[in-house]
């Protein structure tokens, strides 16, 4: 396996992190992905609305299907600024856990 350096390394490299759910529908590397700034896609769930919030800007798939992951990226590519938008949003989230 990679050392968490390599694997951090290119992870933050990496534009998009697919964030499938394992043996729950959250896993590490939606996390993961959010500190390094690359963009997290997750299945639609309403798990996710109800942990994160309504509005949140992470991107998700009903199938993951390459079609629909490409239809996806090709959108969000076309928002120069949904990078920032997803990190200022994930900044603000952790923000509002440590004050509560």
Not at 32 to 54: K, N, R, T
Not at 63 to 92: H, P
């Amino acid at each position: 396996g990679l050392r968490i350096g390599e694997y951090k390394s290119i992870l933050s490299q990496s534009r998009f992190t697919f964030a499938p759910e394992g043996v729950h529908v959250e896993s590490y590397r939606l996390s993961e992905a959010l500190e390094v700034s690359s963009i997290p896609i997750v299945s639609c769930d309403d798990y996710f609305q109800g942990l994160f919030g309504e509005g949140h800007p992470i991107p998700c798939v009903n199938i993951w299907s390459w079609s629909e992951l490409d239809a996806l990226m090709n959108e969000i590519e076309g928002t120069g600024s949904y990078t920032l938008q997803v990190q200022e949003w994930w900044s603000g989230y952790k923000g509002n856990l440590r004050d509560r």
